[in-house]
């Protein structure tokens, strides 16, 4: 592919699923039965039927756009306008992935900082170890930085975790953390305030979502309702006691 055509295009990275999680999933899911071109049909006739709307719209969210951005908008108008709240958030998460500086997936500490950076666009503005150890799990190989099969590597430790975030001026090392339970129970996390000036660069002058509970990503207390959560894969230690199973491998 040229490089004239990749700047007009939405590059999307992909990689094979390792055995631990191709397990953890219990195998590839099946392919979905409405095809791409039933999508592209559907979305061509639903365009012609709200076309003001969409106009209005992308008008509203195109001013002062770089290229980049000015790929995705469609993709944010279409957002917006189904109304709902939890796919504009995972559509802004791959957005991140694709505007901007790119992350290495080999360096963990810019891992850690892609990691934080849209948990703000999602409306966080306070941020546990846990939660960004889960997050970084969907996006490592969790073989990476092991010295054994059974060893922890050193990103999904909690004090390198806190290290980094201070580090990279995420978090006021001087702020007090406020300790809150999670729905799933078990031991009060460690919640710490997000540095107004991480904020202000992780939105880069767009509204963001509303902010949110800083544990709303753990969802509920319904028994077995881990199976169903995005963190399942990547082995999450309030999933294990809730679940009565042996610690993961990767703990908070």
Not at 15 to 43: I, N, V
Request: proline content about 7%.
């Amino acid at each position: 592919m040229d490089e004239i055509l990749a700047s007009r295009m939405i590059q999307i990275p992909t990689r094979r699923l390792t055995l631990e999680k191709l397990d953890a999933l219990g195998g590839l899911p099946p392919a979905p039965a409405a095809t791409t071109e039933d999508l592209r049909q559907e979305l061509h006739t639903w365009a012609f039927e709200n076309v003001e709307q969409i106009a209005g719209t992308y008008e509203e969210m195109r001013s002062s756009l770089d290229r980049s951005s000015e790929i995705v908008t469609p993709l944010r108008v279409i957002a917006r306008l189904a109304g709902d709240t939890g796919f504009a958030g995972r559509l802004e998460d791959a957005i991140a992935n694709f505007v901007g500086k790119p992350i290495d997936p080999e360096n963990p500490s810019d891992v850690l900082a892609g990691v934080v950076r849209r948990l703000v666009q999602r409306g966080f503005r306070k941020v546990c170890a846990t939660h960004i150890r889960l997050e970084m799990g969907l996006e490592m190989d969790s073989t990476y930085g092991r010295e054994n099969v059974s060893a922890i590597p050193e990103w999904a430790r909690a004090d390198w975790i806190g290290r980094e975030l201070r580090n990279r001026g995420i978090v006021d090392p001087r702020a007090p953390a406020e300790r809150k339970r999670p729905a799933a129970g078990g031991s009060a996390l460690n919640l710490y305030p997000i540095e107004p000036e991480f904020i202000s660069e992780a939105l880069a002058g767009q509204p963001g979502a509303p902010v949110v509970d800083p544990l709303s990503w753990c969802l509920t207390k319904e028994e077995g309702a881990c199976g169903a959560c995005r963190y399942f894969s990547v082995g999450c230690e309030l999933s294990d006691r809730r679940e009565g199973r042996s610690p993961s491998r990767m703990r908070r």
